[in-house]
């Protein structure tokens, strides 16, 4: 190990550092406010070490894990989302006597899952893929079911997290049998190696190799809840307690979309035409059918589960754009980099907002439609931010998420992309109603009878406030002046 | 500068409204007159400091600002006016007016929220009516959309969520059709000459026929046609106007549908000349349809607000027809019709939002006799309803005389169905007189006459309309040298 590789490897060590830290301080000292604050610093300074890294990068270490510009760039945007939700979760445990039981774990195992991100976005072999797959996911499982032996809990939080357990379990075996069929054709589990095979593309239809493509993709599409891997989403979202939804959210999802993207320009699967024909019908399915799905619902964490299994899609459409030989994997790369950084944006705004609601109402998430009805005549900053994170998603102008949709566009043209862009602008349509009828909900009159919590004025505390503020300001000015930030991808963008 | 200068005022006057009715300092609808009244006097100063420039072809375009963008993908910052766009923004900012001025009692609650998405609003519009760039078009395009669909959702009629949200859904929609034809037809621009440009001027010049540019012409129309509105495309329209509320039936019929008509002047026509005039057939005969089946549909109407809904499709189909002519007749009188419609149609909704709140319904089956009681509103709407169905004298009168010659020369036997709209249009017109004002009065036996405030706002419409039915040359001198350099 030389000193470079300790350097590029100073961010993982740090997240790692800290979470045995905050180990070591719950068995002695377990205030919440002290767990929570060493969190935050622990993942400002792996923050502040990115710098030091992207000094030494690109450089192999061990054959495991390549941190270049493009892995430094994700492992950022998993820290600042963790970062993120870690300033939320403070408020929503504090906010009842029975979400504070064992706080500490909470902690612990969320600072495992972001080093679980980090290790997936640098994996360049699949043991590192699988390792960082299981570091997230095996947090996520307990951070889901969280809630469950909590009085309050509620069976949905138990069943979500079961759930999530059995059906990730299952996606985890499927993807280490892909994995195997691929060693076994291949003899080698490192992505360029693999792709030194796969220069024929002739070779991935024979049958361990594409067995194990298949059984690959079908794990990996579990993850990113695509259609038809998508039945655990809305009741995991539902049920879990909403700082971990916020992360199941975005930084499972981006993460997991990240590894996609490596794996498939390092090793040049673009160009095997039966894979990319399977993604682009599993697009055009989650588009049409996440949309659907959320025409009806009343509960307002599984739409946005539904939002964002077509998401994900639209996602999906920007990245088979390399595959038809007319667009290259670096705008690529750059697509769906701010796609991603668009999508965390505004899904971390919009589970914020539910956070700060949940706040005030210790009992249960204002997971309701009904909760949300008048809430703009109550907090009006509240609900415009609200609004916009809602406008964002559907993709109006003058924010982030039209400048992602954009660019989703843009590659489509560029490829051809004739029947995904008709899904798109039809998903798209349909979204739109789900999304109005929230927004108009908040501003509908309040009934004069309403009871529960949510009916008086809502208090947000500074971390709220701060998460806030920071989330809805990028929102508007990555809209209104993307440049900083498209100059700042495109540094990233040579995998 | 000062295109900039319009915009952010407007957007500056409906924050301090807002502002004011929250800290009570100050009446929200004087700071939304105020703003507007600033708005136009620095525009008007502008464009007469320029001199006579207007009236000469000479000059292209009277202020224009280009900065660049998101250089990544071409996109500049780039806002210009000619003759079109100088009319159709000093048509928002009169409008503007006088929707405040037909919502003064109305907005009881919230005001100050109400007056800030009207001017809104208007700034999004008086974007779309100088933006130059498309992705700058499309932006506002969109931004126009949210602060209209929360007037209708807040302050609308009874079944206004539904008529807002559909009235959002179509739009968008339809605009994302647009955009996909708008990054497909730069993406061939690049193609073709290596030059990556959102910009308007830069996109003008490249030629393209064939297929894609039919489809491409297809999306930007069909993007045009629903906000225009054309049959089939126009059911938003009736459920959006009826359930508005007055000011928000005022800005919508005045000056949103306005910028379908544009659109379709400024972008389709222009950038795809070999697309359009193969289409052309085809869009006189939806012109034609939406004269007919509006007007027919008019007549069967018993609530006041949709029956004048559905003269305001019959209305723009002669727009659509006059475009597709390809000649200058057909182009002036479409443009003609698209002010004077503005105005006719501003004053009937805001005649139907007074009457609306005097007795409660819009039903003309409960209305009746009202000219005894109100004698002066009675003559008003006489006057309004006569200029909807064409009297000369009249400014309507000019732009379907001009539309139906333009059309005629093109293809006759669509003319020929075409001023069937012309026997049909006062059927419905005199049919609000009669119903409403003569006759004997049936539920509702009296109403309240206007007051000082809605004739002034009547009078200054009733001026507007006369003038540009007596003396329409100026108008029409502006706009034909806006339509020089789009090479119509």
């Known amino acids: ?495 | 500068m000062v295109l900039v200068w319009l915009i952010l005022i407007l957007f500056l006057g409906g924050v301090i409204a807002w502002m004011a009715d929250h800290i009570k300092l100050g009446d929200p609808r004087w700071v939304a007159i105020a703003t507007l009244l600033i708005a136009a006097l620095m525009l008007l100063s502008y464009t007469f400091s320029l001199g006579a420039t207007i009236s000469i072809g000479g000059q292209d375009w009277l202020a224009s600002i280009k900065v660049p963008w998101i250089s990544r993908f071409g996109i500049q910052f780039i806002l210009a006016m000619d003759g079109l766009a100088l009319l159709m923004v000093l048509l928002t900012l009169f409008l503007g007016v006088i929707a405040v001025l037909s919502s003064w009692s109305e907005i009881a609650e919230r005001s100050g929220f109400f007056h800030f998405n009207l001017l809104w609003t208007l700034a999004g519009v008086v974007g779309v009516f100088t933006a130059l760039d498309l992705f700058l078009f499309f932006f506002f395009w969109e931004v126009m959309l949210i602060p209209m669909y929360f007037i209708i959702a807040i302050w609308g009629h009874e079944n206004r969520i539904y008529a807002a949200i559909k009235f959002f859904i179509f739009t968008q929609a339809s605009g994302l059709l647009m955009l996909l034809s708008m990054v497909a037809l730069v993406y061939f621009h690049h193609q073709n000459t290596g030059q990556l440009s959102f910009s308007y001027f830069d996109l003008l010049g490249s030629s393209r026929t064939g297929a894609p540019a039919f489809w491409l012409m297809l999306g930007f129309f069909i993007a045009f046609v629903v906000k225009l509105p054309g049959v089939p495309f126009h059911t938003w329209l009736p459920d959006a106007h009826t359930q508005a509320p007055t000011a928000g039936s005022v800005i919508l019929a005045g000056i949103l549908l306005k910028t379908g008509a544009y659109g379709l002047i400024r972008f389709c026509l222009p950038l795809f000349p070999d697309a359009s005039i193969e289409f052309a057939p085809t869009a006189m005969i939806l012109g034609v349809v939406s004269i007919i089946y509006g007007a027919a549909v008019a007549f069967a109407q018993t609530d006041v607000k949709r029956l004048i809904a559905y003269t305001s499709i019959s209305h723009m189909g002669f727009v659509l027809l006059g475009l597709y002519a390809f000649n200058a007749q057909g182009y002036q009188g479409a443009v003609m019709t698209m002010l004077a419609h503005g105005m006719t149609s501003a004053a009937l909704f805001a005649f139907a939002g007074a009457v609306q709140h005097r007795i409660h319904t819009r039903d003309m089956r409960e209305m009746g006799g009202f000219w005894s009681s109100a004698p002066r509103m009675g003559a008003i709407v006489l006057f309004f309803s006569i200029a909807a169905l064409g009297m000369p004298g009249l400014a309507n009168f000019i732009g379907e005389f001009l539309v139906l010659v333009g059309a005629f020369k093109a293809n006759s036997w669509i003319t020929v169905f075409a001023v069937i709209g012309l026997v049909l249009a006062p059927v419905y017109s005199l049919l609000v007189i009669q119903r409403i004002f003569h006759g004997k009065p049936l539920v509702a036996k009296e109403i309240g006459d206007f007051s000082s405030r809605e004739i002034l706002m009547m009078g200054l419409m009733m001026l507007v309309t006369i003038g540009l039915g007596l003396y329409p040359q100026p108008v029409m001198e502006i706009v034909s040298t806006g339509l020089q350099y789009s090479g119509l």
């Not at chain 1, 009806?296 to 459409?317: D, F």
């Not at chain 1, 489509?412 to 739109?432: F, M, Q, R």
């Not at chain 1, 806030?468 to 990555?478: D, G, N, Q, T």
Request: hydrophobic residues 60%; negative net charge; proline residues 3%.
């Open chain 1, 1 to 495: 190990m030389t000193i470079e590789q300790l350097v590029a490897l100073l961010p993982m060590m740090i997240v790692t550092a800290i979470s045995v830290v905050v180990m070591m301080f719950s068995a002695f000292v377990s205030t919440h406010r002290l767990l929570n604050s060493l969190s935050l610093l622990g993942l400002a300074l792996a923050l502040l070490s990115l710098l030091l890294a992207v000094k030494v990068a690109p450089i192999q270490v061990t054959p495991l894990i390549l941190i270049d510009r493009f892995a430094l760039f994700y492992s950022g945007l998993v820290l600042a989302a963790g970062a993120v939700v870690i300033l939320l979760s403070y408020d929503y445990f504090e906010s009842s006597e029975e979400r504070t039981i064992r706080v500490a774990e909470y902690y612990i195992l969320l600072l495992v899952a972001i080093l679980g991100g980090m290790v997936l976005v640098s994996a360049s072999h699949f043991a590192a893929f699988f390792i960082g797959l299981e570091l997230l996911g095996v947090s996520l499982y307990v951070l889901v079911a969280y809630l469950a032996p909590t009085r309050l809990g509620r069976l949905t939080s138990l069943e979500a997290g079961v759930k999530y357990l059995i059906l990730s379990g299952v996606a985890s075996a499927l993807l280490l049998f892909g994995i195997a069929l691929l060693y076994a054709e291949f003899g080698t589990l490192s992505f360029i190696e693999l792709g030194r095979h796969w220069q024929n593309p002739e070779v991935l239809n024979g049958l361990f190799a594409a067995a194990g493509i298949g059984l690959l993709l079908a794990g990996v599409a579990f993850k990113l809840s695509l259609v038809p891997f998508h039945m655990w989403t809305p009741d995991v979202y539902e049920g879990a307690p909403a700082p971990s939804t916020a992360f199941v959210a975005t930084v499972s999802k981006g993460a997991i979309f990240a590894f996609l993207l490596r794996f498939f320009a390092t090793t040049g699967a673009f160009e095997n035409e039966m894979i990319c024909y399977a993604l682009a019908l599993i697009a055009i399915a989650s588009m049409l059918g996440g949309n659907l799905l959320a025409l009806l619902q009343p509960n307002v964490k599984r739409i946005l589960a539904y939002s964002s299994i077509a998401h994900i899609g639209y996602l999906l459409v920007a990245f088979l754009a390399a595959s038809t030989g007319k667009v290259g994997t670096d705008l690529v790369s750059e697509a769906v980099s701010f796609y991603l950084v668009a999508y965390f944006v505004t899904t971390l705004g919009a589970f914020a907002v539910i956070c700060v609601l949940s706040n005030n109402d210790g009992q249960r998430d204002v997971d309701q439609l009904a909760d949300y009805r008048g809430l703009f005549w109550r907090a009006p900053w509240l609900a415009s931010i609200l609004t916009a994170m809602l406008l964002s998603l559907a993709g109006i102008p003058l924010t982030v998420g039209f400048i992602g949709k954009f660019y989703v566009f843009t590659l489509g043209i560029e490829g051809l992309l004739w029947w995904l862009l008709a899904a798109l602008i039809v998903g798209s349509a349909i979204g739109l109603y789900y999304y109005l009828r929230w927004i108009v909900q908040m501003f509908m009159q309040p009934e004069s009878q309403h009871e529960g919590t949510t009916g008086g004025a809502v208090i947000i505390s500074l971390p709220g406030y701060f998460a806030l503020l920071v989330l809805a300001v990028s929102l508007f000015w990555l809209g209104v002046y993307p440049p900083p930030l498209i100059n700042l991808i495109q540094t990233i963008t040579s995998l």
